[in-house]
């Protein structure tokens, strides 16, 4: 069988996930969306609607441009090397998502 790629999956279980590994550190939804809208530009989670996670970070209304500020390693890759336009936001995502888990401050995330 093929494997599927990350960017094929659905929007909500992709969600689901990373609000599962900010909430089992103690954080929260809300915080999770926080950074996620920060990140991405959508106004509400809700909104997204049913879209692949790939739809998701292609079609983000405003990728934010302080997002350049994001470095540091996830899964033992540099996020500020990653030269796939895709693949970086995602991986964005996921080193704030990280840093949230680890009890950064939602406003320093922010950069």
């Known amino acids: 069988m093929p494997k599927r790629s990350v960017f ?7 969600y689901s996930l990373l609000t599962a590994k900010a909430e089992s550190k103690g954080r929260t939804k809300y915080e999770v969306d926080e950074i ?3 990140l991405t530009g959508y106004e509400s989670i809700a ?9 998701f970070l ?8 302080r997002s ?3 470095t540091g390693s996830i ?6 090397d990653i030269e796939d336009p895709m693949t970086k936001k ?3 995502l996921d080193k704030l998502i990280d840093e949230l888990a680890k009890g950064k401050a939602v406003e320093k995330m922010k950069r």
């Open 68 to 70: 350049e500020l994001i």
């Open 75 to 80: 899964c033992g890759i540099k996020v500020e």
């Open 58 to 65: 292609a079609n983000a209304p405003v990728w934010n441009p």
């Open 36 to 38: 996620i809208m920060w």
């Open 90 to 92: 995602m991986r964005q």
């Open 8 to 14: 094929d999956m659905p929007f909500t279980k992709i």
């Open 47 to 55: 909104a997204v609607g049913d879209v692949s996670y790939g739809e």
